[in-house]
């Protein structure tokens, strides 16, 4: 028996993801040379708004991303000149990664790229179900997180 899954919210929300990353991985390394998880390394360094900077490990943890494959990334963004790893000044294992002026340069390219996508794929809703596909979806990505976090009731 055949099954259709195509109706489904895990399904759907999985498929939209995937469908959306591999436009911006596309888009992005055609006109800035930069994929979809260097613009998101970087986007994550630019989000973090606090004394310390951070570390590989906290990377990859934001990313969702191993250690191993963060490393990788900053190796080949360190390279080209988009990241700079500073030691830490009380964990000789640790690294810490600061944005160089040119990543600013490239996210915003990067977001004008996502922009760009947006405006695409949005287009087919009016902007009355784009507000609300927006307001519905963090309110399912809040419950995630009340349960993922043991906030929730369980039914």
Not at 69 to 85: D, E, P, S, T, Y
Not at 113 to 137: K, T, Y
């Amino acid at each position: 028996m055949k099954r259709d899954f195509t109706q489904r919210f895990g399904f759907l929300v999985k498929s939209v993801g995937k469908l959306y990353s591999e436009e911006f991985d596309r888009l992005a390394r055609e006109r800035i040379g930069l994929t979809s998880a260097q613009c998101r390394l970087l986007g994550a360094l630019a989000m973090h708004d606090e004394d310390e900077p951070l570390s590989q490990a906290e990377l990859a943890q934001r990313l969702d991303l191993t250690p191993m494959a963060v490393a990788g990334l900053c190796n080949r963004m360190a390279a080209a000149g988009w990241i700079r790893r500073e030691p830490s000044a009380t964990d000789r294992r640790v690294n810490r990664i600061h944005l160089q002026p040119s990543a600013e340069k490239a996210l915003d390219a990067a977001l004008s790229i996502s922009d760009g996508l947006n405006a695409r794929v949005m287009s087919v809703l009016s902007q009355p179900e784009r507000a609300q596909l927006l307001v519905l979806l963090n309110k399912v990505r809040g419950s995630l997180i009340d349960i993922t976090s043991g906030d929730a009731q369980k039914p």
